[in-house]
């Protein structure tokens, strides 16, 4: 019984190891296919982590390319114009560039990158694609795909890219964005915000609907408003603003409208549909659709806005012919008064070149038209009460009215006869801004004016030559410039046959680059002839406020601006960008900008106001004073 009994033992032990060697292989076919799907698990992750460092790959590109390129998209949105790893910035392929990111035998990675998913003028939102092949025999086998969205903000480049000055205010483009400071009694300002129309008085000047420093322009959703479209161009009316956007956010493709602000009682808006006094906010200007419109120009109750082929729209107040279209009635749609596609008028067929620049009081506008680089002629129209159209003729000009010309008129009598004209610039009330103006003599506080830089071959030979009102030395004739008061209507101050800016004293031997008028005086920057442009400097001449270096008195030749720092910020610096407008001037020198002039309400944009205790001349900024608003980071600084 025993032996049966270790017998029976012995034979239930064999199955039993059976069982237990089934279990044991069981389990290490269960640990095995755990093995290989963590080796799958881990291989897959590793693909798709490959594949999200090539997303980012694709949006450091992108970034890279945005920085090169004014933070605007260059590449397309098709297979064919992807910005990637094998393309440039604008989305063409380049055999010399990497087709992969990573690139072998088993697998490659690449990125693309189309659309901006958000654009504004200081970020955007990035959406770049990143892709993982497995490869077999040269055939894709499996695909990783990963997106990764990023926005990148930049910090603001706080050197303006454009400014205008009008009256009482100044506005400027901050990366993309506008900006404006000073009067806002017609909503000029553009944020939404307005005075009811109310003019500013003393001794507050209304600022509590202004301000001192610099607001941001409001915009609307696109069409009715900007949208996120960068602004590439400014200029300032008297109570009014326009600006142009780029619809295509694309400086190697820009699609440029027009949009304008503030006052509206003459048309300004350049929109019949638009018939409110004021605009507190940008709106459209109903210029043809399709036209790329690059520059604009304003002036009193007018503007102009100049297309990529040359032609020339002008729009709004009319009675003395400034929109150019031979007609005196207020215009609330733009007209074509100039350009290629022009049939009548003085331009007709002529491409414009450029627009005058200055302008907030003026009723006259001017342009430079023909064939670069050495057709440039000077053209203008409007008022000449005070001979600011340079036609040399101190009787009836014109058919209706005498005193305006209603078409573009060439300007080639005295200094200006045989002159290849590079720029020119207007400013000045032909009668204290009345429309018409009185028919038996001239108001004591007419300032029109012109001025233009011209040359006969050489650009380094350019020399400054001006026209119109000389009240208060305003064409810088020097002392045998004629000033002072008359009673008819073209007493000896007015000259409307243009003068040479007097060159004997700190303009001789001086190459002029730059030229700007206000309702002051005017200003040149020039450099010796065959000198270092970058020891241009600026010289003024006029008023007191105008001339810059502090002098209490009148300048009737240029003189050196002189900053009041010490040292010199001006006197050991490039002086450029030189602009003027209203009653006042800006320049940059050293990265920064300095203005000076009319401060009464806050224009010159350091954050004051100068009032009659203004030392050493009541209401002004007497020298060049920086301009320090928007510093949000750094010491960086716009106009």
């Given at each position: 019984?025993l032996?049966d009994?270790?017998?029976?033992e ?5 199955p ?33 982590r ?5 997303a ?58 189309g659309?901006?998913d958000?654009t ?13 092949e ?35 205010r ?21 944020n939404?915000?307005?005075g ?5 008085t003393?001794?507050?000047?209304n600022m509590?609907n ?19 479209y ?5 200029d ?15 400086p190697?493709s ?10 509206n009682?003459?048309?300004e808006?350049?929109?019949p ?34 297309s ?41 067929g ?8 200055s302008?907030?009081?003026n ?10 680089p ?18 040399g ?28 004209i590079s ?25 029109a ?11 380094l ?5 001006c ?13 045998s ?8 209507y ?7 046959t ?14 002029v ?41 009148r ?11 010490t040292?010199s910020?001006?006197?050991s610096n ?17 990265g ?29 900024v007497?020298?060049p ?11 960086q600084?716009?106009?």
């Amino acid at each position: 019984m025993l032996m049966d009994k270790r017998a029976n033992e012995q034979g239930f032990s064999l199955p039993a190891m059976v069982v237990l060697s089934l279990v044991v292989l069981a389990f290490a076919l269960v640990m095995l296919q755990s093995a290989s799907s963590m080796l799958t698990v881990g291989q897959s992750r590793y693909y798709q982590r490959m594949t999200e460092l090539a997303a980012e790959a694709g949006v450091e590109r992108a970034t890279d390319c945005l920085a090169a390129n004014q933070h605007t998209q260059t590449w397309g949105n098709t297979a064919a114009t992807y910005l990637t790893e094998s393309s440039d910035c604008f989305g063409a392929v380049q055999s010399s560039y990497p087709a992969y990111v990573y690139s072998d035998t088993k697998l490659r990675t690449y990125y693309t990158v189309g659309n901006l998913d958000a654009t504004g003028p200081d970020s955007v939102q990035i959406s770049a694609t990143g892709k993982t092949e497995l490869l077999a025999g040269g055939t894709v086998q499996k695909t990783y795909t990963s997106i990764i969205k990023k926005t990148i903000a930049w910090a603001l480049d706080l050197n303006a890219q454009a400014t205008a000055s009008g009256n009482g205010r100044t506005c400027g483009i901050l990366s993309g964005n506008v900006w404006c400071w000073g009067r806002n009694e017609y909503g000029q300002l553009g944020n939404g915000t307005d005075g009811g129309g109310t003019v500013p008085t003393p001794p507050d000047y209304n600022m509590t609907n202004s301000s001192l420093v610099p607001v941001k322009v409001i915009r609307q959703p696109y069409p009715a408003g900007m949208g996120g479209y960068r602004a590439t161009d400014i200029d300032a009316g008297t109570f009014f603003n326009c600006t142009i956007i780029d619809k295509n956010n694309n400086p190697a493709s820009p699609m440029g409208e027009v949009y304008c602000w503030g006052q509206n009682t003459d048309s300004e808006m350049g929109n019949p549909a638009l018939t409110a006094d004021y605009y507190n906010v940008p709106q459209k200007v109903s210029l043809p659709a399709g036209k790329n419109f690059t520059s604009v120009m304003a002036g009193r109750a007018s503007a102009c806005a100049l297309s990529a082929n040359g032609d020339l729209y002008c729009w709004g107040a009319n009675a003395v012919g400034q929109v150019g279209n031979g007609s005196t009635a207020t215009q609330a749609t733009p007209v074509l008064v100039a350009g290629p596609n022009a049939t009548t008028g003085g331009l007709a067929g002529i491409p414009v070149m450029n627009l005058s620049t200055s302008g907030s009081f003026n009723d006259h506008f001017c342009v430079v038209a023909g064939t670069a680089p050495t057709n440039g002629k000077a053209y203008c129209w409007g008022s000449q009460r005070q001979g600011e159209l340079g036609q040399g003729n101190n009787t009836a000009i014109g058919s209706s009215d005498p005193y305006y010309l209603t078409t573009p008129t060439l300007v080639n009598k005295g200094a200006m006869a045989g002159l290849i004209i590079s720029a020119i610039s207007v400013e000045g009330r032909s009668n204290n801004q009345d429309r018409v103006g009185p028919k038996n003599g001239i108001d004591s506080k007419a300032t029109a004016h012109s001025c233009a830089i011209g040359y006969v071959s050489s650009s380094l030979n350019s020399k400054a030559v001006c026209w119109g009102s000389n009240l208060n030395g305003y064409l810088g004739l020097g002392a045998s410039g004629v000033m002072g008061l008359g009673s008819n209507y073209f007493p000896a101050w007015i000259y409307s046959t243009p003068q040479n800016v007097d060159a004997t004293g700190l303009l001789n031997n001086k190459t002029v680059t730059e030229i700007a008028t206000s309702d002051m005086g005017s200003c040149v920057i020039a450099y010796p002839v065959g000198g270092n442009a970058n020891t241009s400097q600026a010289y003024c001449w006029g008023l007191a406020g105008a001339r810059g270096d502090g002098n209490t008195t009148r300048a009737v030749s240029p003189v050196l601006v002189v900053d009041q720092y010490t040292p010199s910020i001006f006197g050991s610096n490039k002086v450029h960008n030189l602009i003027g407008g209203g009653q006042r001037f800006c320049a940059l020198a050293n990265g920064k900008s300095y203005c000076w002039g009319n401060n009464i309400v806050g224009q010159i944009g350091d954050g004051t106001q100068s009032d009659a205790s203004a030392t050493p001349i009541p209401y002004m900024v007497a020298q060049p004073t920086e301009a320090k608003f928007l510093s949000p980071t750094g010491n960086q600084y716009i106009y």
